[in-house]
């Protein structure tokens, strides 16, 4: 799905998941917590770079109604997840994947017929981002996992 950004291919989520479900609650809270803030920078990036994808008029209206959230698996293929939503002024879900394909669809003048708009609009409003600064999100995973490993192995 275009609206997700998996991070996979985590050895080291793959060992520590076993621990991690049988460890305190302090640590797999501190695990979440974690996870949550490495990902952080990743909404912040989409959020700075929409006037570059979107029209003017536009582009702050997505900046402050997106929202992102994170999924961690930590099953026999581990990964972390950051899903992005957005929402219209009159509460609606935005379409991410077609924004990010550079089509911004709405009604004309507030009313039917609904048309695709591609002026003003470029590919690649959610997904650019995230692509340009994964491998610092990765490096600070990959931290969280070594700090609550080595808390995990403290703990037993």
Avoid: C
Wanted: glycine share 8%; no cysteine.
């Amino acid at each position: 799905m275009p609206s997700d950004l998996v991070v996979t291919g985590t050895e080291e989520l793959a060992k520590i998941g076993p621990a991690l479900r049988a460890a305190p609650k302090d640590i797999r809270r501190e695990f979440f917590v974690g996870v949550a803030r490495a990902v952080k920078p990743l909404t912040a990036s989409v959020i700075r770079s929409a006037p570059q994808f979107l029209p003017s008029g536009f582009a702050g209206e997505f900046a402050s109604s997106l929202k992102t959230s994170t999924r961690r698996r930590m099953g026999s293929s581990p990964s972390v997840t950051l899903v992005g939503k957005a929402k219209s002024r009159r509460g609606k879900a935005r379409q991410l994947a077609a924004l990010n394909k550079g089509q911004l669809r709405h009604p004309v003048y507030g009313r039917p017929p609904w048309v695709t708009q591609t002026a003003g609009m470029r590919p690649g409003v959610w997904d650019k981002p995230l692509r340009d600064n994964v491998d610092e999100v990765r490096e600070e995973l990959l931290k969280v996992f070594e700090e609550v490993a080595e808390k995990i192995v403290r703990s037993v």
